[in-house]
């Protein structure tokens, strides 16, 4: 069995605290949270005890310990479970701030700290079977990759406003996909963007729709095409054109009806939000997170591919205030 | 090059002589119907003189003829064809007279008269391909076949009395489909009918929905849904159940658009009628019938096929009749 | 909080088991099963105690019994519940034999019994929705349904001896579907079959492959299609015909990718089991009888519903027995 | 009646020619060609008189030319036709010297010659139904647009030596696009590229791989990807992102049908060329050229887009070799 402590009992932090409570092999013993009810309602769900960090940390039974807790707080806790030796397996990103994200990252590094970061997407089945086509060399060489991510509708401008914005919060997940499935780093951004959708959003500091292309050390091409608004709902496709084969994923349906009428064929939108698009997704993390602490095994990203993702964001904003390519 | 006459210069005669006239090894010497404006719109596309069947029988360089004038006059302008040397292109059915087709079928046998039967659909590439599946044994051996035939819209009630009724007019094609699928013969025949859409219909003494089920001799199955009206248009689909694949042929959208909106994904409806939806299988029809001329090559229907289809459209009536099913 | 005991702990009690569990309002108090593993991994799942029926009939804190025992079980576990006042969320059949069914359904009624019986289709969004469309009107007139069913692979030859043949067992839940959606009773049913896929099938006294056609009291028509084999895998869709739409319930597929090369586009297959399939219908459910019980809000399907689709299995035996179509 | 003459004969002149021939309004005078087997194809087909340029501009019985001969005489006939008083349809692009092409469209604007621009994907339904879905405002406010156009195959090495290169022969078609869904111009072009498939395309100087990202002056942001190589073959697709309303316009597939077998569902992939995907783009074309000339109807595309997609082409140029976004 493998005993782990919950930090952050919000949307997200219930979300894993339950995948938690159905995995065989894991046990959740602590939760903590500074809202009481959200530390609470997974302690009903769990049986875990309702504690502070310190507790959490000083229990040597603890082998590992999930972050799900307000962004500010990640680089923190990250360091913190490092030096009490407890595997980590961190909701992205390790902090908005560049600098203490690779300082973050540099004590990881050197504490040799078993860290899983929380790029859900990479565990996704039908991701998953993209990237391995290409791995297994079935794809054959990759020339293009073209990503769609958008939420449906524009967040709260509450939320907007401490997102570290569209490209650290948003496209970061595109660009650490194109990453995983290019398998090499990438040499240069170029980001357009703007406050097309929604004027709230560029009133608090941010931008609705962007538009990146990158190039990779080797010469392959990437486009992402993100916003924070989509008519029919959550969208999340990708599209890699390679040698011998177009690999695609699209988005999955809400149900399977379709409806034929005078007007035409009707067929249902995406469902709605990550949390049902990515429910698999999100229990192989817990999976993985159960095997990174038993048997050490790699998990699919780690803390450095965050890092390198957090880099690429970080380009993407200089390449869109400076109107020109960013070299990485 | 082949020399042909065409009977009937009504909208499937027109359709005939467009292809014939785009042919480039088919010259249409002569065009016949008592209408003078069809006659007249056909010979201006093709080149055709207006005549009488008289002159047409008599011209020893007309090396075949289409007939596509009103059923009741097929059966007799078959015959005499037959009796002239001349190869037939004759669209369904020979006689909507049982008996009458069947003389007219052994005189085209006992004079070894060449002859095609109008069944497009054996000539439509999605249709073909499924069943060179079957035939050469990719699909496996075949278990189920489910037949979907609709039309968009009730047709004027004075062409259904005349039509010789759902069975004969419109699931013929399906009978047709089921033998040229199965590459065997129906051993019993169930239907079921009634006029569900439109009362009109079945004042004029037809139905307008009907479903058949058919046992082959070997004991594979069929099931066939047929109706005057659909909601989304003209609806022409195949399911064939195989121990190795299972083939489908769908309906061909108006266009390729999609439109994603907060309801969800539309997209076209099927193509309007058979001439948009079955336009290529009229073309390799037309060939088909310069290639029976010049080089005797079976076509892929002919007049025993148009009978053995019959058969099925009158075990078919009878069987709604006495509501059981009718060995054939 | 409603109390329930759980009857059967192999697959489809696991299950519900597991839905329970999940669920906040549930509480699993017994599980009975004869097979100690079973019964302790449904206990490690739900907390439950396992105890014999005697005791679950005897608990008056228990409110209600789910019954995934084996089927020769259930006529006998169903009264026992009614007579100690427990609801009851059983799986069909009631009994293979219709007498018997007859019988505990007379039982039932008479004692006021809240009885949910386990049709899990009609609790499936996309089934639902095509329902909810046929009833509140928007799809008008119903004219035509169309029900394909067949499992991926021939199942052990073992569980075909006791399933009670094709009809009862499988076609059940398509004869249920034709009643939910049509909102009136079937008038005749003709049904062929054979054993053409695997002669093992037929060997054991069943067929392998089915066609049924059936007409309602009011004259609409509905064809089923059933199979024990399919070569692409789990195949569950529907088709209405209606006077103003045409529904249409596909399979769900697997995964979300394309793959495009030069032979074409290749898609996943559907996902492999009814329990992917509908995992949210049987969670939904667990949610309903939780409502039976406090609320005393009708099922989706009792009992009676059970009897009524068990009926046209026994009129579809009798018909592909004698060779005709049987009245209702 | 319209009287034309068409120059140049190979496949595209060889197309117009038979749409000319089919239309009801048109008689083709005269073809021009060097080559004299084309010449004497089109001529069988139209009925056309085998001449040189001369006779043609010196028959006041011409009221317009096709002119679909190679690029390098483009401009030189389309100012001899409008030194001639004759309305032009011209093949893209006027001149691959940009220089050369202003000089034309400047002689064509002084002159009001009636000039009609071969941009054949504005006379496609599916795409003009996206541009009608935006213009009437049902799309709502433009977004992104992300088009696709790639072609099946590298051409042969020599035509890609006189094509003018990847952005000015092939994505011109999607710089013309942008604009014409937009209805605006665009004010910067950023264009990555790369030789990735085909080391004989680099070895002649040009791309097979790029993507472009465009900003409108109103901050509209743009995408393309373009290739000379696909593995599923030919396509040419494009997405709108709008405030009501997501736009797709999908491939044309083969034909319709569906295989199911183990590994999954596959169906046909796109149309081989843009012959059969664009048949009735370029018959609406003749027509739109029949219109220009006895109605003085304005086509969907003149000479004045053509050198503004030709300016996109420029920038394109520019800016992958300055790698910076250029300013337009």
Redesign the interface.
Known sequence: MVTIAIFGAGRIGRLHAMHAA?HPRISVAYVVDPVEANAAAVAAITGAIIADAERVFADNAVDGVVIASSTDSHAGLVQRAAAAGKAVFCEKPLSLDFASAQACVEVLNRQGTRCMLGFHRRYD??FR??RE?IRDGTA??V??I?A?S?TGAIPPIDYIRVSGGLFRDSSIHDFDMARYLLGEEIASV?A???C??DEAVGAAGDID???I?M?SRS?????I?N?R?????Y?QRIEV?????????????????????????????PVHSFIERYATAYRAEMEAFAQLITEGKAPLADHNDGLEAQRLAEAAVRSMCD???VAV
Do not use: W
């Open positions: 159905e089945p039908s079977a993209v086509r054959g060489v020339y293009q073209i769609f958008r170029y357009v963007g703007g097309l959708a729709t962007a538009m292309t190039v010469g392959k091409l990437v486009q095409n916003g608004y989509t008519p029919f709902g969208d054109l390679a040698s011998n084969e177009v690999l695609r994923v699209d988005n999955a349906p809400r149900d399977t009806v379709v409806v034929g009428t005078r007007e035409g064929l009707s067929s249902a939108g109107k020109r390519p």
